[in-house]
């Protein structure tokens, strides 16, 4: 997490939600850090600052637990995009989106913009085991490189995440490709459901083509589009914060302190 002593005020806010286990923090690594890494539930939240030209976009990332879900509508107040991720082999990942998180974006700007991320894709899909990053690290493509061999399709339906048995591998079964549980037309149907529970006319919003993404954390497929479309997505709610600081200033309290610090000196009485 940034320095917050030294830390460049925010112009905008992203926020990610989402089930735990389906990848938000991973994701935010993959793209911050360029690398993948294995990590824990996140506690709360975290942030990341991100510099995009002249901006500076804060990045949020949140519990999936259920013990901390009261926390997420304090994190999306002020939200100029959110970030609503599920795992494509996990079909209740998708409806805990409707479910449990949606009602938190209730905080977010009235202009907000919603996205859709399967994660995990590398799993279902061949074509997500190619590596995207171009910087990415030796070590990350000698590891890429080993992950390109042609998978095989596991020919029946494997048991839903968090239902095997003692020691059974979690979703990641070596050169195999595992059942799809959440197709793109699941989330396309849910980006129409959420439009119109925010009460938005879906032929003047943004396009499900546009707000449907599915990456892989773990090899980086799609993972650059995603974040890099949506920070060009919130540049807009930006320039309209900055017109309407300008329109009405706002007093910086710490710049007032130091005046009235300097006044009282210079005063005889």
Known sequence: MPDLSRMKKPDVKL???????????????????RKFKDTISTVGGAFF???WGPYNISIWDTAGREQFHGLGSMYCRGAAAVILTYDVTNWQSLAELEERFLSLTDTANHDCIYALVGNKADLTDSKAHHCQDSDRLPEDRAECEEERTEP?????????????GVGQQP?????????KQVAREDAVALYGRILRYKGLDEKSSLPADKMCFETSAKTGYNVDVLFETLFDMVVPAILSKRHENQASPTVDLEDWRKVSGKRGKSSCC
């Open 152 to 164: 095989h399709v596991l020919s029946a339906c494997p048991t839903p995440p968090g239902t095997g």
């Open 49 to 51: 600052l991100k510099q």
């Open 171 to 179: 979703a990641s079964l070596s050169g195999l490709l595992l059942h």
């Open 15 to 33: 926020v990610f939600l989402g089930d735990m286990n389906v990848g938000k923090t991973s994701l935010l690594h993959r793209y911050m850090e």
